[in-house]
């Protein structure tokens, strides 16, 4: 399947190339656009994903490789100590986000910035971004983050202020490479990655948070 975001990029070349090259009889350009249709439909391609049942399981926001795990002082909205957990995204890899829990949408918003190749460091601090403020049911707050990346231009969210989620859900959508940070808070969380792993979103368990019993 692929995404609706992604139908003008997949369709336009193959069009394009298939007039061009039936008027001017050139089949280099009609093979050329066939195939730039095909990989931006490869790129934009939107597979369903099946989380885990176990509600105290944090899946995966995003397609790609765990490129660092760290603790923070997350002060402006979670208010607390977190794990954050950055996932870069290459070009090959699914770029639809999704939501890690089951619960509501606090607030989301949008930053202006730079596009720095998204596996640095400073591009959490200096790129173009979509925030994603999250409650699981229980209460638990988590901060999801679309990092916008070299090629990157366009973060596309699917879902706004108020909207009630469950996991796997469909977040937004990052126009080639990119990163996603996700953060944990950290006091009771279990950890279930390291360095270096491949996941996938809305699939692959990232930690374990106890249920909080007292907000049910």
């Known amino acids: 399947m692929i995404n609706k975001v992604g139908l003008p990029y997949t369709l336009a070349p193959g069009i394009l190339g298939a007039l061009v090259g039936h008027f001017t009889k050139n089949k280099k350009l009609l093979y050329t656009g066939l195939g730039v249709s095909l990989a931006m439909g490869w790129f934009f391609r939107d597979p369903d994903r099946y989380p885990p049942f176990d509600r105290e399981i944090i899946v995966s926001p995003a397609d790609g490789k765990i490129v660092s795990i760290k603790k923070v002082k997350e002060e402006r909205y979670l208010e607390r100590e977190a794990y954050q957990i950055g996932i870069f995204m290459n070009l090959f890899d699914v770029h639809v986000n999704r939501s890690p829990v089951t619960g509501r949408v606090l607030d989301t918003w949008y930053e202006p910035g730079r596009f720095l190749p998204a596996d640095r460091e400073e591009a959490f ?11 699981r ?13 070299l090629v990157a231009r366009r973060i596309v969210p699917f879902i706004q202020k108020g ?8 977040l937004g959508l990052i126009k080639f490479g990119s990163r996603v940070e996700l953060f944990l808070p950290a006091e009771e969380a279990r950890l279930l990655v390291n360095l270096g792993h491949r996941v996938r979103a809305g699939e692959s368990p990232l930690a374990l948070y106890p249920w909080q019993k007292n907000n049910e």
């Not at 200096?126 to 999250?134: D, S, V």
């Not at 049911?137 to 990346?149: E, F, H, K, S």
């Open 125 to 135: 601090e200096k790129n173009e971004k979509r925030y994603y403020l999250l409650e």
């Open 163 to 170: 909207d009630e989620i469950i996991v796997s859900e469909r």
């Open 137 to 149: 049911l229980d209460g638990l707050p988590l901060l999801v983050v679309q990092v916008a990346g």
